[in-house]
């Protein structure tokens, strides 16, 4: 098979299938697509037409002298696949060869001439170009310009040949391959990215940005830290390792401010204020650290010359990625006032680098813009000189899903002059909440606007993990390298067969029928702009309202047709889903398949409360019929939720997931509450969870180790198991817990308290959470006694937190856990008995 561009090669392949080796006979391919199913991203130019099998021991491993570090990690690439996959090691002189490495300007690797080597000169990011050319019938060249074009050449080729060993036998294709990537830089910032370079390597991504440490000790000096074997990584696997100097708003944190007080940015509008809500403490020392420098004050350039110095010391670090402020904060000392913020600082970047440059000439720096620096962007583009770049991130605009280009025209028109620009998008739902997203639709058109505006790096953000969300984060890879190569469906086949599944193309059905009915949810921030804030639609029902098409909760549907028709597609693709036998794919289907369900359900209950002025009791009936669907369709949406993250990767959702789960439960709640007054009741306590109460960092002022108590007798309906769960929410320190349990008192006696059971265990709860769920068995109910939960807690004091690191503020949970006829009990409850009209 060949692909469209690749025709051209045939004739190539044809001309140096010469001669054939004895014992080595070539053969036809036969289902040439197949094998290129096996490989992410597609080659540009394919033609796979003979193949030549043999015992794999007769296959020769051959890597060109004087290689360096990367092109010896490329064969190692290939040892261990023939290791794997045949039991073999290398052989000396075996009956086949594949040769490796760069090759010299004559086009030669070794005392082997490759043909076509004079057209990697003329590729497309051509350090990253390869070619793969059989010579003769008995070796096949791998080579590039560059050990990083060798490096791709050999995971094409492994890939290629993965599936092609039987019974100590290997089938290796005559390929004839020219390959290199749309986009220079593909990869991503964050999450767990420093975790996965070798993961994301596999898929020819080749750049991490992370943070790393920059401060300012109290006697003035710079200081920088690096993880060595973190760059060493990047480097065996061709990944750039790209430092961050983090937001310039967030620089009293580093320590610059209190070593340099001068560099504080003066008045108001310098200095970020918040003090409303439970985080108040939390905030207050926020406020004294995220403050505008002062641009303009020299002693700012020198210490971001020193960081930048200090990182460009260590092996590798050439490129530096520089945050402009990330608020709309400005200093108004005289000089500043004079220029902008955003531009005054790209301008102390800038010189900051010109000074860093004289001892690191080919370092470069990377501007990052922000939702900050938006309105000024086209000032701090006109600061930019050549060989800075630039990078462009807002934290409303590019961390977004929607159907909408991302490139805007200013951005557009500097990257069309042949400007270095970098784009920083999310490739799932949401930044803040975590649930499931397969969508290679959403991924394309993402990626491929990138490569049509001439966009030179793509930086993803992938929240918290990129094993939840292996199908977009490969998209993209496939994408950025090749956006003009499949279409959606074809990398879902290729996708799918990849992961092994036996049934690539039910995959590809599933995908390209959820997909699109899942963006539509996404891409207007359903969970996140509305059921996240779920008291817009308490607001919304209580004024006896309903929700309007192409507007808010409904934004992305323009009528009730098309909300139908995507929970019929739904429906569907849960057909598909079962058919693969993916429990992954069956649970992300049933969590969309419930915000939809959701969805229906606040759309009717607002019907009937608009429909007439007076709700008598078959408008109460209905309501109570509508509570009770949408208890239903809320916790199997919040139960698909947990099946997907344990079915792709238990505790990896943090929580940002379980903030997730908790959008649901709180829509529902919002939605129970607002039709209170019509005396609809509300089952959803006896089947979802409610939150029972919270801890901050004031909690812990006295001492660390506390016993907290909650009031749950609301929450304790009906005799059962419930689990308590801690949820951390906010500030840079967790929970640790170790006892929780359930007393009773009668009413009006509190003294006369007894424990009715209890969970001891070690738990903790953070950014990720471990043995944070504790359970309690209830026997039976008194409605004459309350119920309180106590737990033994310990904290960080107030007093104790570093600076820069303080906080600690989360919510507790508790949920009865459901019997088999669960779903029969909602939809039995009734309104309370009430003849009045509302």
Not at 235 to 260: C, D, E, Q, T
Not at 542 to 549: C, D, E, T, V, W
Request: hydrophobic share 40%; glycine share 10%.
């Amino acid at each position: 098979m060949k692909t469209a561009t690749g025709r051209a090669f045939a004739l190539a392949a044809g001309m140096v299938l010469c001669a054939v080796a004895e014992g080595v006979v070539p053969t036809a391919v036969e289902g040439a697509g197949q094998w290129l199913n096996g490989v992410i991203p597609l080659p540009k130019e394919v033609s796979l037409a003979r193949q030549v099998t043999l015992p794999a021991s007769g296959v020769t491993l051959t890597l060109r002298g004087g290689a360096d570090e990367l092109e010896r990690n490329a064969l190692r690439k290939l040892q261990t696949l023939f290791l794997d996959k045949a039991g073999v090691e290398n052989a000396a002189a075996g009956a086949f060869e594949i040769l490796l490495g760069v090759c010299d300007a004559g086009g030669r690797v070794g005392d082997v001439a490759v043909p076509d080597a004079a057209r990697l000169q003329t590729l497309p990011n051509r350090e990253q170009a390869y070619l793969i050319r059989p010579v003769g019938t008995d070796r096949l060249v791998l080579t590039g310009l560059d050990a990083r074009g060798v490096f791709y050449a050999a995971l094409t080729l492994r890939q290629l040949l993965e599936t092609r060993f039987k019974g100590g036998r290997v089938s290796v294709p005559l390929a004839v391959i020219t390959d290199w990537p749309d986009l220079a830089e593909r990869g991503e910032w964050g999450g767990s990215s420093t975790r996965d370079i070798e993961w994301m390597a596999e898929r020819k991504m080749n750049l991490v940005e992370f943070h790393t440490p920059h401060d300012v000790a109290s006697n003035g000096t710079v200081t920088t830290g690096m993880d060595s074997a973190l760059l060493r990584r990047g480097r065996l696997n061709a990944v750039k390792m790209v430092p961050i100097i983090s937001h310039l708003n967030f620089r009293g944190s580093s320590g610059a401010y209190a070593a340099f007080p001068g560099l504080r940015g003066k008045g108001e509008k310098a200095i970020w204020r918040e003090s409303k809500g439970p985080q108040e403490v939390e905030n207050a020392v926020l406020s004294a650290t995220l403050c505008a420098p002062c641009a303009s004050n020299p002693k700012l350039y020198e210490i971001l010359s020193g960081w930048m110095r200090g990182y460009a010391g260590h092996g590798g670090v050439r490129d530096i990625s520089c945050w402009l402020g990330e608020l709309s904060l400005h200093c108004e000392c005289a000089e500043c006032a004079k220029s902008n913020q955003f531009a005054l600082e790209t301008r102390a970047f800038v010189k900051a680098w010109r000074l860093a440059v004289k001892e690191y000439p080919d370092l470069r720096i990377r501007i990052l813009l922000t939702q900050g620096s938006y309105t000024s962007n086209d000032k701090v583009l006109a600061e930019i000189p050549p060989g800075v770049d630039v990078s462009y991130y807002d934290g409303g605009r590019t961390y977004d899903s929607s159907p909408n280009p991302m490139i805007y025209p200013l951005l557009e028109e500097y990257a069309a002059k042949g400007r270095w620009l970098g784009v920083y998008p999310q490739l799932t739902p949401s930044w803040r909440i975590v649930s499931p997203w397969s969508c290679p639709q959403f991924v394309k058109f993402r990626m491929t606007e990138f490569v049509d505006k001439k966009l030179a790096c793509v930086v993803g953000y992938v929240v918290p993990d990129n094993r939840l969300f292996d199908f977009n984060v490969t998209a993209a890879a496939e994408w950025g390298w090749n956006a003009r190569g499949r279409s959606e469906r074809q990398f879902a086949v290729a996708w799918a067969t990849r992961q092994g599944f036996r049934q690539p193309e039910t995959v590809a059905d599933w995908v390209m029928r959820l997909g699109p009915v899942a963006w539509d949810l996404y891409g207007a921030r359903l969970v996140e702009r509305h059921l996240f804030r779920p008291a817009g639609i308490g607001a919304m029902l209580s004024k006896r309202a309903k929700p309007a098409f192409g507007k808010g909760l409904l934004a992305a549907f323009p009528d009730e047709a098309r909300l139908r028709a995507n929970r019929e597609a739904c429906v569907d693709a849960l057909r598909l889903a079962n058919q693969t036998g993916s429990p992954a794919m069956v649970a992300e289907t049933r969590a969309i398949l419930g915000y939809y369900d959701m969805l229906t359900e606040i759309c009717g209950i607002g019907d009937v409360l608009s429909a007439k002025s007076a709700i008598g009791l078959p408008e109460r009936r209905a309501l109570q019929d509508g509570m009770n669907r949408l208890v239903l369709a809320g916790t199997l949406n919040t139960e698909a939720l947990r099946d997907w993250e344990r079915a792709v990767n238990a505790g990896a959702g943090g929580s940002r997931f379980d903030d997730c789960v908790e959008a649901t439960v709180g829509t529902v709640q919002a939605v129970a509450d607002a039709l209170k007054p019509y005396g609809v009741c509300d089952p959803a306590r006896l089947f979802l969870p409610g939150t029972i109460g919270a801890w901050k960092s004031a909690d812990f002022q006295e001492k660390a180790a506390i016993l907290k108590e909650y009031d749950v007798t609301g929450n304790v309906v009906a005799p059962g198991t419930y689990a308590v769960t801690f949820q951390y929410t906010s500030g840079w320190n967790g929970l640790q817990i170790s006892r929780v349990a359930l007393v009773a008192s009668p009413k009006g006696k509190p003294s006369e308290r007894v424990e009715l059971c209890a969970d001891a265990h070690e738990g903790k709860t953070a950014h990720l959470s471990t043995g944070n769920i504790y359970r309690l068995r209830v026997g039976q109910v008194d409605t004459g006694s309350t119920y309180r939960v106590v737990v033994k807690m310990r904290g960080v004091r107030p007093q104790d937190q570093q600076a820069g690191k303080t906080g600690c503020g989360g919510t507790v949970l508790m949920q009865r856990e459901r019997e088999p006829d669960w779903q029969a009990r909602v939809m039995d409850v009734k309104p309370l008995p009430d003849t009045r009209g509302h």
